[in-house]
Structures are given as C-alpha cells and as structure tokens.
C-alpha cells in the first residue's frame, strides 16, 4: 500500500484540480466552461480595500455561492459583475472582470444593456408600487417594447419562469405590494427574467423569508440553472450547501478556497474555510 | 472557540470509546476461556453482548440527533459518518468474540485436539489491530491506522496456515472432525474481526484526511 501521508490543511493534495491562474495561494477548481473570468480584481471604497487580488472563473449555466462572514466583501463583489458598484462615490477598482472574454471595467461598456444581460434580485424584494404586470413588463417597456400582446407575452414567460404564473394569473392588474414576501421576491426574479438575461446576481434572497419561501426559490434556482448562470450570496452556509454547484469562500476580502460545493463541505482543503464552515470562527 | 455541537461530539467518542474497550475486553476473554478451558468466562463473554447492542443503537441515535441538529460540515461530518460506520463494525466485533465464546463452551467439553501455537498469535495480532484502530481514532493518527490495514495480510496468512493444519488433522482422523471445525470456526472469526478493524482504520484516515483509502484506493 502506498499512500502519502499529509495533513489535511496543508493544501498540498489533489494538487493536479488546482488551476495556475492567480497569485494567491487560494485553493480553485478547474472551470471548464467560464462565463466570467475575474483576473487580480481589487477594490477600494476610499482607503479601505474590500477585495483583493481575487481571481476566478465562474462557470456558465451553473450556480456559483458566494459565503463568509459579514464584512467579507462577498455583496461588494457580487455588485461589480453588473457595475453596481459605479453608483458609489469613491470608489476604485483594479484587475478585470471578463464576461464571454470582453471587460465589462472598460470605460466603454454600455453600463444599461450590460445590466440587461446581468439582472440582480435583492435581499429584501423591491417591486415597484404598480401592478403585479407593471412590474414585470415595466424593463421591457423602457427597453422599448410597447406593443400589448408582445407585452402579455413577457409577463407570462417571466411569471412562469419564476414559478408564479398560477399563483397570480387571475390577478395581474392588483398591487404587486399584495403580494407575500416569498411572491414578492418571485415577482422580482420575473422581472429580472423578463429582459431575457444572461446572468441573474442574487444577493441574500432568501434572507428575509420562511422556510416554505425559501425552498421555493431553491427549487426555482435549479429551474432556472438549466437557461441562465446564477450568481448567490448568501450568509447561510446550508443554503450554499443545498444550492450551489461551486462554492467560494471569502475572507477579509481574499478568496480562500473556490471548489465543487460538495468538496468544500466534506473536505475543505484550507483551514480557515473549515473553521468557518463548521463555526469553529473567532 | 468552543461549540455547543463539540460536547455532542464528546459525548458520541466517549461512548464510541466506552464500545470499544468493550469488546476489547471481550476478545481478550475469548482467548483466556480457550486457552484456559475455562466455560464460566465463555459464557461471561456471551453475556456482555446485548450491552453492546444497547451502545451501538445508542450510539446510531446520538449520531443522527447530530446530523438532523447541526447539519455538520468539513471534518464534523466526516467523524460522524465514520463513527456510524465504525460503530456498525465494533459491533460485529462483539458478535464474533460471542461467535468464539460458544466454540469454545463447544470445546471444553472435550479434551484438547492439540496445543494451541498459532491461534494464540491470531489472537495478539487481531487485539493489537482493534486497539490500534481505535487508538488511532482518539489521537487522529492516519499513520497508524494505515499500519493495522497493512496487518491485515499478515492475518490472511496465518489464517490460511491455520486452516491447511487443521484439514490435515481432519484428513487424518475424522474423529476430530467436530473439534478442528470449531477451531477453525475460531480462527474464522478472528479474521473476520481483522477485517473489522482494517475498516475501522480505512475510516479514521477517510475521517482525518478526508481520503478515501478503500478497494482499489489502497
């Protein structure tokens, strides 16, 4: 028999999984099929930097989670995959983010049909105070589509998309603000799906609703993996768990270790992931 | 930073441990009533079984308490899946020593086929590997948990020489028939109880290092 013997933390084995790319020695899995390509991303809001030097790629039509604790910079990164971040004052940002090879940091990025293809859904769900199918058909009509029946035709498609058609069909001219939260948040991912997008970004959207909502986003997330990459972020470990194909674990604004979900959950190859995936933290 | 889930996890080694020095003691009373002829300890060994029974079920309920509870990850849940499969395996430890126990109730009935050379050494070799098993368990030691996989052929030999012997005597003389059968029934079981122990090492390694050393792995 012959078998090597090494310590778990060391990150030394299984070494052949792990890509060349980036500086750091943050653990990263092979990414076969990459939409995104983040390449030495640091980011500063004045003086403080919240991320640093992180390198990825994240993989086309699957759910990528972004975990760790508060402060780690996980939302700040999530918000520069669509320039949300440019909202901010003072802020700046090196390295790149390449999406299907081209940058979206350069200056001339079109920023409103960038965030087209890359919608966002929110921790706390924001419909407009219109119609449940104002809210749906409100991103195409400022895209420029007026016609009634085509209309009709997106607020169905994105209702269905996000398994709330049935829920709402009988009432789509009443407040979208009648809505429970758990339809609420639906109601935003129809929106974000009704400008037939590439990417949708979700930042904690589970974390404002009960369990029943919450599984049903879950299960809609997998609906949803086979059209569209997903992005999370979330604080609840077991939520990565249960959803997400590849998982990445920030700290104090560093990748730590990127990998297949189900690897970083049974043998996480870094110390400090598995000290806080199993809460040993502090 | 000490967790609430650490004291169930506590409580699941202990009692692991508590099991495991259990049937320890079991096997080291099997050889005493073989090679003593000593009945009243084989039966002593019969009897301490349902107490094993009652930890290993025990023991399968404090583990899944722990996985419903705390949906442990990273090197938590890895010990718990090994402690449910290594408690799986102590327990059949504990059936093999009872296994032995009656062989040798069945023995002492007559006299001895012939000295004992090789069962004893069966014996020492198959105690060490339990213990060090579980020893390798309590200090987290995948190095010496790959050392009792490694005894493991050594008992497949010793066990093969066991059983060439006694068919000669059986070939010899089918009056002893009855007797070489229950000491190889012995030997059978101890075996059986290396293998035991070579799982129960394959998951304190699978447990520490988060490797799968089993089958073609090794």
Known sequence: ?282 | MERTLDRDLDEIRQSLLRMGGLVEAMLDQAEKSLMERDADLAKHVIKSDPEVDRIEMDLDEMCYSVLARYQPAAVDLRFVAAVIKINNDLERVGDSAVNIAQAVLALSEEPPLKPYIDLPRLFEIVRGMVRDSLDSLVRQKPSQALDVCDRDDQVDGLYKQIFRELLTYMIEDPKVVTRALHLLLISRNLERVADHATNIAEDVIYYVEGRDVRHSAK
């Open chain 1, 1 to 282: 028999m012959e078998i090597k013997i090494s310590p778990v933390n060391e990150g030394e084995w299984m070494e052949s999984d792990v890509s060349a790319m980036g500086t750091d020695d943050a653990v990263r899995p092979e990414i076969k099929d990459a939409l995104f390509q983040i390449d030495s991303l640091s980011f500063w809001y004045r003086e403080s930097q919240a991320l640093h030097d992180i390198s990825m790629d994240i993989p086309s039509r699957q759910i990528t989670a972004y975990i760790g604790p508060s402060g780690c910079g996980k939302s700040t990164l999530l918000r520069c995959f669509n320039r949300l971040n440019d909202l901010i004052d003072e802020v700046r940002i090196e390295g790149d983010i390449r999406f299907e090879g081209a940058s979206i940091l350069d200056p001339s990025v079109e920023v409103n049909s960038l965030r087209k293809r890359i919608g966002m859904v929110f921790q706390k769900s924001n419909p407009f105070p219109k119609s449940i199918y104002e809210n749906v058909a409100y991103g195409c009509r400022i895209h420029g589509i007026r016609r009634k029946r085509d209309l009709d035709e997106i607020v169905e498609r994105g209702l269905r998309g996000a398994a709330l058609w049935d829920e709402v069909k009988d009432r789509l001219d009443e407040s979208a603000l009648g809505l429970s939260g758990g339809q609420q948040q639906r109601l935003c991912i129809a929106r974000a799906l009704s400008v037939e997008p590439d990417v949708i970004l979700l930042d904690e959207p589970c974390s404002a609703l009960d369990p029943v909502a919450t599984a049903k986003i879950e299960e809609l997330m997998q609906e949803l993996k086979k059209r569209y990459t997903l992005i999370i972020v979330t604080h609840n470990m077991q939520q990565a768990s249960r959803v997400s194909d590849f998982t990445a674990f920030l700290y104090h604004g560093r990748l730590i270790e990127y990998a297949e979900t189900k690897t970083l959950f049974i043998r996480p190859r870094k110390k400090q992931t598995e000290d806080y995936i199993t809460g040993r933290f502090g």
